[in-house]
T-cell receptor, first 115, second 111 residues
């Protein structure tokens, strides 16, 4: 199992450009999440999808859109990139219905720079 | 409004000694807490968790303590090893299937 995969690993954009960050998981999890990590801010939730067909805003959703394409895939789109969106983006998945530790499993991240 | 706080951005500990990482939370509705470890250029990985019905959970060298009255939890690593050098995030389940993370503490283990 690959776990959670993200593409691309690195990206440089100019202000105003658009791009989509891709995320896929092969653990048959129902819930998927997008976070951004900034120095001194920890991990902040952008959007999440509790199950296929549903999406909800997190703490910092402005400037982003998401699509839960199917159970495996959850993409994050920046329609018009701004320098404030320079960050490291992490995708995660979990399956709260299975109980246990309710652990979220994270992808390796996408480092995005907006000039 | 930071609901989960890690007030120490960094911590330096000698190899073999105990590392203690602290975390405070404000929301009394939080009922499950986790610690994640993150190496550079990698995603966070789950380390250990604790339910609010317990006050201690051990896993090898790692122990998490929960003090509900003080809304405080701590992670103890004994003995500390060079491979423990990483950023540690405290997190709490905040309902609606959302994890709330602290800012992280960078732990450095010195030989």
């Amino acid at each position: 199992n690959a776990g959670v995969t993200q593409t691309p690993k690195f990206q440089v954009l100019k202000t105003g450009q658009s791009m989509t960050l891709q995320c896929a998981q092969d653990m048959n999890h129902n819930s998927m999440y997008w976070y951004r990590q900034d120095p001194g801010m920890g991990l902040r939730l952008i959007y999440y999808s509790a199950s296929e067909g549903t999406t909800d805003k997190g703490e910092v959703p402005n400037g982003y859109n998401v699509s839960r394409l199917n159970k495996r895939e959850f993409s994050l789109r920046l329609e018009s990139a701004a320098p404030s969106q320079t960050s490291v983006y992490f995708c995660a998945s979990t399956d709260p219905g299975q109980g246990g530790t309710d652990t979220q499993y994270f992808g390796p991240g996408t480092r995005l720079t907006v000039l | 409004d930071q609901q989960v706080k890690q007030n120490s951005p960094s911590l330096s500990v000698q190899e073999g000694r105990i590392s203690i990482l602290n975390c405070d939370y404000t929301n009394s509705m939080f009922d499950y807490f986790l610690w994640y470890k993150k190496y550079p250029a990698e995603g966070p990985t789950f380390l250990i968790s604790i339910s609010s019905i317990k006050d201690k959970n051990e896993d090898g060298r790692f122990t998490v303590f929960l003090n509900k009255s003080a809304k405080h939890l701590s992670l103890h690593i004994v003995p500390s090893q060079p491979g423990d050098s990483a950023v540690y995030f405290c997190a709490a389940w905040g309902g609606a299937q959302k994890l709330v993370f602290g800012q992280g503490t960078r732990l450095t283990i010195n030989p």
